[in-house]
């Protein structure tokens, strides 16, 4: 977003409903697996409170269980979702269908070189950079259709959310860990403000209330 182009627009990331994978704690990436019956009503829920917003766009990862959470959204209001591979989980490699424990017994220098910040390829996969490459000009490209105050849905994954949101905020990428995870079904909030994008809900479930006091 260039200086100047403060047009009041927000985005909502919307991470997918619960999966088996999800359960077991096992690493999904680009592995395509299905929501659950609780994915599927936790979609349904969010979905409703979603739909209060009155979007304006819905753009989603073409893996199921993100395409299968945004057809929730889609069915209230109408709208018709565009999905897109760059909004595709990161690719992990080895470490895909692998448990957290197993991926710390087999892999756990390159787990704890991660979590330290460190430009890792996970199982030999994307690095996150490179998952914030794909992913932050796609949410942009849609971004830039909207109305003035408009707002877009996106729904993909979560580590696909939290390296786009490091990305639209300008944090450098070994700060990126400092945003929490997200919940199945749960959103963050994007909003434009004078100096580019602000983060105003993190990992909520609930919807967002205006900020009120000195620092709105």
């Not at 889609?74 to 448990?99: K, V």
Request: proline letters at 2%; charged letters at 25%.
């Amino acid at each position: 977003m260039t200086s100047g182009s403060h047009r009041g627009r927000r985005i909502v990331l919307w991470r997918h409903g619960q999966t088996s994978w999800n359960l077991e704690r096992r690493f999904q990436g680009t592995t395509d697996i299905e929501l659950t019956e609780t994915g599927v009503a936790q979609a349904k829920r969010a979905a409703r409170l979603l739909a209060s917003l009155k979007p304006d766009a819905v753009v989603a990862s073409d893996l199921k269980r993100a395409a299968a959470t945004a057809a929730e959204l889609t069915s209230l209001t109408g709208l018709e979702a565009a999905y897109e591979q760059g909004l595709r989980e990161t690719y992990a490699g080895e470490w895909q269908g692998l448990t957290h424990e197993e991926i710390i017994a087999r892999y756990g220098e390159q787990y704890a070189a991660w979590k330290r910040g460190e430009s890792v390829r996970r199982g030999g996969g994307e690095l996150e950079t490179e998952v914030a490459d794909r992913a932050a000009p796609v949410v942009l490209r849609h971004a830039d259709k909207l109305p003035d105050n408009g707002l877009l849905v996106v729904v993909s994954h979560g580590g696909t959310i939290r390296t786009t949101i490091g990305r639209l905020l300008g944090l450098e990428s070994h700060h990126w860990e400092g945003l929490g995870g997200l919940s199945n079904c749960c959103w963050s909030v994007l909003g434009e403000g004078a100096r580019g994008w602000r983060l105003l809900e993190h990992n909520a479930g609930t919807l967002p209330e205006p900020v009120l006091g000195d620092d709105d």
